[in-house]
């Protein structure tokens, strides 16, 4: 179980991190105009907003992360449910022990296990982590599909 309260103050606001000056900013900003949401899944997903909460780590490198975190801010402004950053992630090419170098990346990438960026952790209220997209929903979903998914079977 993870504590929101400190999740919260450790990490930032989805459009915050967005519209952070970055080298991924014109990226952001072309997904957000760019990706449509599934009006139906997002219709079912707003039954879950003040109940569950995503944390994403990520990073201004990352492909991936330019793809999936944009969408993760339509979700939230299209259902309530709130999403907040934990970005800035580095590797640690020094340390070949560490896959992440903290600082700047935050500590917390040890407490989920980040492996792969995106980490997309789907949190209950309690704080429990219901599950996680990792890098890219399966092939056959999209990213609100896949949260959808993990929402419903918990």
């Not at 990226?27 to 879950?48: C, G, I, M, S, W």
């Not at 780590?57 to 309530?80: H, M, R, Y």
Request: proline share 8%; aromatic share 6%; charged share 30%.
């Amino acid at each position: 179980m993870h504590d929101l309260t400190t999740l919260r103050a450790s990490s930032e606001p989805i459009e915050e991190y967005l519209d952070a000056p970055s080298d991924a900013a014109e990226a952001f900003n072309r997904r957000l105009q760019e990706y449509e949401l599934d009006p139906l899944v997002t219709e079912k997903l707003k039954a879950h907003a003040g109940k569950a909460y995503i944390f994403a780590f990520s990073a201004e490198w990352c492909k991936d992360c330019k793809k999936n975190v944009p969408v993760l801010k339509l979700i939230q402004d299209a259902t309530g449910i709130e999403v907040r950053v934990l970005g800035h992630i580095m590797r640690d090419a020094k340390n070949p022990d560490e896959r992440w170098r903290i600082p700047p990346s935050p500590p917390e990438v040890k407490t989920f296990n980040v492996v792969n960026i995106p980490h997309i952790a789907v949190l209950d209220a309690h704080g429990n982590e219901l599950g996680a997209v990792i890098e890219n929903p399966p092939e056959d979903k999209t990213l609100e599909e896949a949260l959808l998914a993990i929402l419903e079977a918990a």
